[in-house]
């Protein structure tokens, strides 16, 4: 599985190649949005559910169709569990509404005063920009709920679609590998075998780590929300845990929406700030102790890579490209490990120094 260009091409056709391949593929997935996003998700949740549609169809002895349908159902009442929890506790902030106007309303005035008082700008020109921009975000009203109601719509299909090739993937689980391990040749398919088996053991373990870890950063931030008496705790707490998933910029998010929260409904400012330090100090830990011992996995990507894949998903997919960024790259570093030719981008992917040491020596070893 040796990809390489013929050495004698100028390096200048090499790279306009390179890039022309680049641009064409980002393109494609661009294009593609809607038929591989739901895919990809699909992969994840079948890698996931696969040991226990597997035991379903061995221990119970249900058929394969069975099986899958049921582990699928497992998933969504999961799913369905965490979401009427939210939204319980959604439909109760919402009470608050008055009290967070309100809340607004007297921080804008400070605000109001604080600029005349800095800037010399008086109230009246303010009032002037505000009405003008409430103006213009009035005018596009009816363009941002049409723009709503489109977005909840077409994440309703995206579930749906990916939901039912979960179900397929599972179902077809078998013929999709003797394929994948077909269309190589005889010395090649010790190699893709290998890369397929090791890909879902990643895969796995990096989900079933994730979930356990926001399982118990929601966990954590609940109990110290609750002990420092911030309203809505469980709320702060899963959204805490949901967000931490993206990696660096999820904790951020979920700061800010807590602090907003708390500076809503509480009347001290010090609670926010007791906010701010307690999920500081959380993502800390986290980061450091948490996520290396329950997320660690054998495939390790450097912080670098990582913030890059996450911009740049967030950039081409969106969201869903923010939370797919990470298994995408572990995936192809895997790949790049075992691929004659591609050994240095595994290096530049990875955060394992020893390994990345080790592979360096031999490449340098076999240039020589």
Known sequence: MELKLPKNLPFHIKLSSILISLVILVYITIVAKEILSPLIFSCLFSILLLPLATFLERKVKLPRSAASM???????????????????????????????????????????????ATFHVNANKQLTYVHSATSKVMASGTTVLGATLLSLSSLMLFFVFTFIYTFFFLLYRSLIMRFLISVFLDENKAVVHDIIERVQYMIRKYIIGLLIEAAIVSLVVCLAFWVLGIKYAVLLGLITGLFNIIPYIGIFSALVISALVTFATATVISKVILVIVTLIITHLIDSNILLPVVVGSKVRINALVTVLGVIIGEMI???????????VIAVLKIIFDRVEGLESWGIILGDEELKQNKLATKLTAKRK
């Not at 699928?72 to 009427?84: A, Q, V």
């Not at 997919?317 to 298994?327: A, E």
């Open 70 to 116: 049921i582990s699928i159902l497992l998933l969504l009442g999961g799913i369905g569990l965490i979401l009427y929890v939210i939204g319980s506790q959604m439909s109760d902030l919402a009470n608050d509404w008055p009290q967070f106007q309100q809340q607004l309303l007297k921080t804008l005035d400070s605000l109001q005063d604080w600029i005349a």
């Open 317 to 327: 997919w969106g969201i869903p490209g923010m939370f797919l960024s990470i298994p």
